[in-house]
């Protein structure tokens, strides 16, 4: 069975500080890892692709890592702002077949900002 | 804007009414999704569109129909519901199918409460 597991389920931290969420994933043929961040009543939007051969991409304050051997990613919050508030949720796409994929969800981890 | 509009936002009914959500895409995509999200759990792939016909259900109760009249609108009827059904479904789409590069895009999501 594929799975992806995120860690930990919740967390707060103070305006400011940096925190990291973590993502394991048991899912194969790997193709890519993507974050998404979900606001308090708004849809997923994507933060961040990490296909095999990349090890660390950045978008503004958010820095995702993966390491590929272990099955395992990371996202880190640098100087969090209180719009970081959010659900974070780690997605696996693997191969079925030939350009056939499926998406394998971690179930989140919320993050709380606080003043 | 994520360029995905799912009304209503917000929908309460009885376990014998029949109700639907509405999903339009403006992003001129060829494959619309509907997702389960309940709290604390992954997100549920439900029905899979690609170019208005269904590829994928994943083993959904018949209670939830689902019915795409073409490649920017996606509908889910609902009939005799059950309690356990509340929660928020998303729709989403994206370019194609096969390619798991490109990133789904999701609606903000009908919150739905069976009494």
């Known amino acids: 069975k594929n799975q992806v597991e995120q860690s930990p389920q919740s967390l707060i931290i103070l305006e400011g500080k940096n925190c990291t969420l973590q993502c394991n994933y048991t899912v194969s043929p790997f193709s890519n890892l993507r974050w998404y961040k979900q606001d308090t009543g708004r849809g997923p939007v994507s933060l961040t692709i990490m296909t095999f051969s990349e090890n660390t991409k950045s978008n503004g304050r958010y820095t995702a890592t993966l390491d590929a051997d272990t099955k395992q990613s990371s996202l880190h919050i640098t100087a969090s702002q209180l719009s970081d508030s959010a659900s974070y949720i780690c997605v696996v796409s693997f191969a079925r077949r030939s350009n056939d994929y499926k998406l394998s969800f971690g179930a989140g981890t919320t993050v709380t900002v606080r003043a | 804007e994520t360029g995905v509009t799912q009304t209503p936002r917000h929908l309460v009914m009885g376990m014998t009414n029949k109700k639907s959500l509405k999903c339009e895409q403006h992003l001129g995509h060829n494959a619309m999704y509907w997702y389960k999200q309940s709290a604390k759990k992954p997100l549920e792939l439900m029905f899979v569109y690609n170019f208005k016909e269904q590829t994928e259900n994943n083993s959904v109760p018949s209670r939830f129909s689902p019915e795409c009249p073409n490649s920017s609108h996606l509908f889910l009827h609902l009939h005799t519901l059950q309690p356990e059904d509340s929660a928020l479904y998303l729709c989403?789409?994206?370019?194609?199918?096969?390619?798991?590069?490109?990133?789904?895009?999701f609606g903000d999501g009908t919150r739905l409460s069976i009494l």
């Open positions: 989403a789409s994206s370019q194609e199918i096969g390619d798991s590069n490109q990133p789904q895009h």
